[in-house]
């Protein structure tokens, strides 16, 4: 099956700049997660959706971060303005529902690198 | 909510030798527990989990064991390879429908030829 993608792989902007990623969930995936991974730590999670509807967006900076998955598959997380802490390496999951059971394993896609100077 | 913490952040073996690398997690309620492998650049790629309903999984040269009432869980790969090299993340997650998981700050191994 093809995997998680995700666009652009890299994209360098200036402070206070605005950006969004994109990304597209394995086909019959419900479940679909935001993660930011800075340098050196581990994937923190941002927000998750399951379908079209917000399941936890209790870690996202709403002041500057939305994101929104309108038909229940592609999502975008938008950041607006940027700031220098932001550049780190936006991942996109996604995770199967199956006949109203979830099943466990997250599948990640490839990433994008953001660079705020 | 959960806490995982992830020892030691760099660990360095000869190839061939094995590896160990220990994660500790705050939430009894925690149930599942995925590892993961990224490579410089790429994603994270699922190599092995556990549910808490068993104590030891293996599959060829890696395996993960869960003591749940310590509540910590290892990795370990024996007869290791320079294609071992990489960083591991241990991660948590809860049952319920959100199965949100929460990582660890990762082991950068390397596997000196």
């Known amino acids: 099956e093809a995997g998680v993608a995700q666009s652009p792989r890299y994209k360098i902007i200036e402070k206070r700049q605005s950006v969004a990623f994109w990304c597209n969930p394995i086909?019959?995936?419900?479940?679909l997660y935001w993660y930011q991974q800075i340098l050196g730590q581990g994937p923190k999670l941002l927000i998750q959706?399951?379908?079209?509807?917000?399941?936890?967006d209790s870690q996202l900076p709403k002041d500057r971060f939305s994101a929104e998955r309108l038909k229940g598959v592609d999502s975008t997380l938008k950041i607006q303005p940027a700031k220098l802490e932001d550049s780190a390496v936006y991942l996109c999951?996604?995770?199967?529902?199956?006949?109203?059971?979830?099943?466990?394993?997250?599948?990640f896609g490839p990433g994008t690198r953001l660079t705020v100077t | 909510g959960e806490n995982v913490e992830q020892h030691p952040s760099t660990l360095s073996v000869q190839e061939g030798d094995s590896a160990v690398i220990k994660c500790t997690y705050s939430?009894?309620?925690?149930?599942?527990f995925p590892w993961y492998k990224q490579e410089l650049g790429k994603r994270p790629q699922l190599i092995i989990d556990?549910?808490?309903?068993?104590g030891e999984k293996k599959d060829q040269r890696i395996a993960v064991t869960l003591n749940k009432t310590a509540k910590h869980f290892s990795l370990h790969i024996t007869e290791t390879q320079p294609e071992d090299s990489a960083v591991y993340f241990c991660?948590?997650?809860?049952?319920?429908?959100?199965?949100?998981?929460?990582f660890g700050s990762g082991t950068q191994l390397t596997v000196l030829p």
């Open positions: 999951a996604s995770r199967e529902l199956r006949g109203g059971q979830s099943s466990y394993e997250q599948y």
């Open positions: 086909s019959g995936h419900a479940t």
């Open positions: 959706f399951q379908n079209n509807g917000v399941v936890d």
């Open positions: 939430d009894s309620a925690s149930n599942y």
């Open positions: 556990i549910r808490s309903n068993v």
């Open positions: 991660a948590a997650s809860k049952a319920g429908s959100a199965r949100q998981l929460t």
